[in-house]
Nanobody, 118 residues
């Protein structure tokens, strides 16, 4: 079983930065795909960023050029550096670990609130 613990959320003003962290338990981290999702009030959860086990990254269009996903396999941790934050980035951010073992398994963190004021 994998446990994911997010941290780093908070209240900031537009234009400021935050760095989210997600620490994973267990030994599956280095071979897993890691993703950040977010969910705003009354909105569906949306994918924000992905990093493969090999370090390949991908971003949703609204955050391209502002957010950076990275991982530290020695620390079992994935990060989301968020720069030039906008009010529309306000949401609960969730960490997701995805791995394949005869089928796909998904694990989720509890979420961390990010609020950006204008």
């Amino acid at each position: 079983q994998v446990q994911l613990v997010e941290s780093g959320g908070g209240l900031v003003q537009a234009g400021e930065s935050l760095r989210l962290s997600c620490a994973a338990s267990g030994s599956m981290f280095s071979n897993s795909i890691m993703k950040w999702y977010r969910q705003a009030p009354a909105q569906q959860r949306e994918l924000v960023a992905t990093i493969s086990s090999g370090g390949t990254t991908d971003y949703a269009d609204p955050v391209k050029g502002r957010f950076t996903i990275s991982r530290d396999n020695a620390k079992n941790t994935v990060y989301l550096q968020m720069d030039n934050l906008k009010p529309e980035d306000t949401a609960v951010y969730y960490c997701n670990l995805r791995r394949f073992s005869y089928k796909w398994f998904d694990y989720w963190g509890q979420g961390t609130q990010v609020t950006v004021s204008s």
